[in-house]
């Protein structure tokens, strides 16, 4: 039986203007396969964001994608890092001009978590 996940990194996303939508989804498809060769990183899905919910305003990001680690986030996203830094990512001219957000979560069963003891939510 495989050990549970140890988190996940989140990753919102926009395209700059004048990339389309199959050039943005290309461009992906290819991004998540060279992040899933960096050890850690076990599993990855892609959404497309939309509001849940009639008469509310717009969603600011219309990507997601949600990436499954096998550990903390923090090793392998550093390798992640490493290995954009040294050209080992195939990223276009534009990639600079995306409009991002990412989180980490981590399970709240993880016993080194410490949780506060009122959580609000805004």
Do not use: C, K
Not at 20 to 27: K, S, V
Not at 28 to 43: C, K, M, Q, R
Not at 60 to 78: I, K, M, N, Q, T
């Amino acid at each position: 039986m495989a050990a549970p996940p140890r988190g996940i990194h989140v990753v919102y996303s926009v395209p700059p203007d004048g990339v389309g939508d199959q050039e943005y989804a290309a461009f992906y498809d290819t991004h998540v396969a060279e992040i899933l060769e960096t050890p850690g990183f076990v599993e990855a899905r892609r959404y497309r964001l939309e509001p849940a919910v009639a008469n509310r305003p717009p969603v600011e990001y219309r990507h997601a994608a949600v990436y499954v680690l096998d550990r903390p986030a923090a090793g392998p996203l550093a390798e992640l890092d490493r290995r954009a830094e040294a050209g080992g990512m195939t990223l276009p001219d534009w990639y600079g001009d995306v409009r991002f957000a990412s989180f980490d979560g981590r399970p709240l069963e993880e016993d080194e978590l410490e949780l506060p003891e009122h959580g609000y939510m805004t």
